[in-house]
């Protein structure tokens, strides 16, 4: 008789875990939602529009049913900070990949990326491959397209706590209680903590380690025709968009800024409420609020339209938008609040403001013969949005980084229970995290299969 496991979360992680374990384990996944709808009040935060503005969902895919499925990779720096070593993990990397694209789709991004580094060769940033598909997928859909075989149970249902085995689960059916051999949480870099803090009787504690990409417009430029940015900001393959974004370093501490086309030099469009419009309401049609916000933006609107359609990356107007890294720190994470509703403390430091501020510098200056006209916001008034890469809040339970074994993923204190999401991390770049999770996805599953 197989063994059974038990994965709590049907999002990014959850769906590539589940599909990968279902022939050699039996397999049930426990997903809060029913249907897929954005979360809104699972946790309080007052910052970075957390609760204003799709950056969590439940339903069978999670939160890739809303995503942008842009793919990065880490780099070695990167993947050792966030506690991966580096060695053995391309192969990783690869699957995650095709998971995505075809060898042939795959091929032409590359060919794309060598082009960019060609074409910025000599700058002192490096460069940020990323690429995303035109399809955006689901990744329950993708999932169980790629890794077909034997049933997976899937239970609708909130899980409370782990225990010995156990999980907890509340329900239509009021408490049930399931057994397993091995648990893997993949409730996502908010809702894992959660469960791991009441798991083991942290229901009033404070969870540290919290980190994301906090992400701002913070200029607009004029870029001489010839400029080379123009070609490296955005390429269409037959399948894919790729983007060269210019990453640098301050204080240990990196910025990644990507160009976007704009209509002319008025900062409106980047600037207040409405400054990423287009994609909120893609994701959220039907939001009379968010609506008005659209019809009293209407310049927002045309430069998401020529983003959209890619007929700005010629143009000469851009708005420069960044992405910087936050590392772990004591202050920021979710306070607990023992059965009613954990807050998350997120914010940028002073510091990583000064570095942000410093690596934007150091753009402006590179490339200060390509920009003819610029206009900065000023760094104080900088309106960071969180990029809902929600990161490094199960390290206190996990034990030390740098392992290559199943260890990596267990819970300390929590004998077959793993964590497998955002959580784990303990930095990321400036990489947008979900082609990291997919490749640490298949590097557990692997993993779990030899153990079976
Ligand atoms: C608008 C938007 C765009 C994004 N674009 C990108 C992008 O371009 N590239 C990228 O890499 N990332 C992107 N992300 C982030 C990416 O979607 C997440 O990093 C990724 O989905 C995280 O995967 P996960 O498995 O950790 O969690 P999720 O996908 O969030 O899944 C967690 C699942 O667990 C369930 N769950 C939570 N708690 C419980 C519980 N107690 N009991 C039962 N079920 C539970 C949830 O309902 C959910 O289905 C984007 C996010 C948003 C909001």
């Not at 600037?271 to 609020?289: E, V």
């Not at 019809?295 to 959209?308: D, M, P, S, T």
């Not at 959580?423 to 079976?452: F, H, K, M, P, W």
Request: hydrophobic share 40%.
């Amino acid at each position: 008789m197989k063994k059974r496991v038990i994965v709590i979360g049907a999002g990014l992680c959850g769906s590539v875990v589940s599909t990968l374990l279902r022939n050699d384990f039996q397999v049930t996944v426990v997903e809060q939602g029913r249907k897929k709808k954005p979360l809104f009040d699972d946790v309080d935060c007052d910052s970075g529009e957390l609760n204003t503005s799709i950056n969590r969902a439940e339903g069978l895919g999670g939160t890739t049913n809303y995503w942008h499925n842009a793919l990065i990779e880490l780099d070695d720096k990167d993947l050792r900070k966030a506690g991966i070593e580096p060695r053995g993990f391309a192969p990783y990397y690869q699957k995650a990949w095709e998971f995505f694209l075809s060898p042939g789709e795959l091929a032409d991004c590359n060919r794309a990326r060598d082009a960019n580094a060609a074409a910025l060769e000599g700058s002192s940033s490096t460069i940020a491959h990323m690429v995303l598909p035109q399809t955006r997928h689901n990744v329950w859909s993708l999932a169980n397209e790629r890794n077909r075989g034997d049933k997976i149970d899937v239970v609708y249902g909130h899980v409370r706590r782990i225990g010995d085995g156990v999980v907890e689960i509340d329900g239509d059916r009021g408490t049930e209680r399931l057994r397993a051999d091995h648990v893997v949480a993949c409730a996502g870099g908010i809702g894992t903590p959660i469960i791991l803090a009441r798991s083991l009787g942290r229901d009033r504690g404070f969870v540290p380690g919290y980190h994301d990409h906090p992400m701002a417009y913070v200029a607009k430029i004029k870029l001489r025709p010839d400029s080379r940015l123009k070609k490296v900001s955005s390429t269409a393959t037959l399948s894919a968009d790729v983007r060269a974004g210019l990453v640098y370093e301050s204080d240990d501490l990196k910025t990644v800024v990507y160009l976007r086309p704009a209509v002319d030099m008025r900062l409106a469009s980047i600037t207040g409420p409405a400054r990423y419009i287009l994609s909120d309401l893609r994701n959220d049609p039907f939001s009379p609020k968010k609506i008005m916000l659209l019809l009293g933006n209407l310049e927002a609107v045309r430069e998401a339209i020529l983003f959209k359609t890619r007929l700005g990356f010629r143009g000469s107007y851009y708005s420069v938008l960044i992405l910087g890294e936050q590392t772990p720190i004591g202050s920021r994470g979710i306070q607990m609040a023992n059965g009613t509703r954990p807050s998350l403390n997120w914010h940028v430091t002073p510091g990583e403001l000064r570095s942000y501020e410093a690596s934007v510098d150091k753009f402006f200056a590179e490339f200060s013969a390509d920009i003819l006209e610029r206009k900065v916001v000023p760094a104080a008034s900088w309106e960071f949005r969180n990029a809902a890469h929600h990161s490094g809040t199960a390290t206190s339970f996990v034990p030390a980084p740098g392992d290559t074994s199943v260890d990596f993923f267990g819970v300390k204190d929590l004998p077959g229970a793993y964590v497998c999401d955002g959580s784990l991390l303990r930095a990321a770049g400036i990489a947008n995290s979900g082609l990291t999770l997919v490749a640490l996805s298949y590097r557990l599953a692997e993993l779990l299969r030899a153990s079976a």
